[in-house]
């Protein structure tokens, strides 16, 4: 069974810091890319970034590029979104999903970015 | 970018009843293989955000056969023939034909009248 575990949200003033990490199982994580996806309840779903399966590739949203940056240790089958100058407009439920097309989803951590 | 856009987004349902929803892209889904590459989700109050339906009209694993999806082009629809309690959630439509971005639609809030 497929499992992806998100940690590292939290409270964070504007122009912090954080980092997220994905822990997956029940598949074999080098084969897949991973992506990033926040929700909040007035924008919806948005697409965040996306790392190809063997760390060589990323792609990233016009809205957090040159702020945020996916990467992934396939030694641990985990994938991390690094995030810095963060904004109020940020502030969101943050999902990591296995591949390019979402196959499978976690549950998310809330980032909270206080104006 | 290519804007997803769904309609209606708000959906009361009557329980055994049938229910549809639509989702229009700014351009043609179809990719250069031919393949359509528009993805359907369920969010369920409290859980993750699930893959119902890939490539318009492919079922995941698992999911009823009361969901289906269809279309062609810059339109699509997701209809559930009998709706149940179970399916109260925001329902989503994505495309990752031209990507980057991945882009969804706004969200349709299917609820029990």
């Known amino acids: 069974e497929v499992q992806l575990l998100e940690s590292g949200g939290g409270l964070v003033q504007p122009g912090g810091s954080l980092r997220l990490s994905c822990a997956a199982s029940?598949?074999?994580?080098?084969?897949?890319?991973m992506s990033w996806v926040r929700r909040t309840p007035g924008k919806g779903l948005e697409w965040v970034a996306t790392i190809n399966h063997r760390d060589d590739n990323t792609f990233y949203a016009d809205s957090v590029k040159g702020r945020f940056t996916i990467s992934r240790d396939n030694s641990k089958n985990t994938a991390y979104l690094q995030m810095h100058s963060l904004r109020v407009e940020d502030t969101a439920v943050y999902h990591c999903a296995q591949g390019g097309w979402l196959d499978f989803w976690g549950l998310g951590t809330l980032v909270t970015v206080p104006s | 970018d290519v804007v997803m856009t769904q309609s209606p987004l708000s959906l009361p349902v009557t329980l055994g009843q049938p229910a549809s929803i639509s989702c229009r892209s700014s351009q043609s889904l179809v990719a250069n293989d031919g393949y359509i590459y528009l993805n359907w989700f369920q969010q369920r109050p409290g859980q993750s955000p699930r893959r119902l339906i890939y490539?318009?009209?492919n079922r995941d694993s698992g999911v009823p056969d009361r969901f289906s999806g269809s279309g062609s082009g810059t339109d699509f629809t997701l209809k559930i023939s009998r709706v149940e309690a179970e399916d109260v959630g925001v329902y989503y439509c994505m495309q990752v034909t031209h990507w980057p971005p991945i882009t969804f639609g706004q969200g349709t809030r299917l609820e029990i009248k």
């Open positions: 490539k318009v009209s």
């Open positions: 029940g598949f074999t994580f080098s084969d897949y890319d």
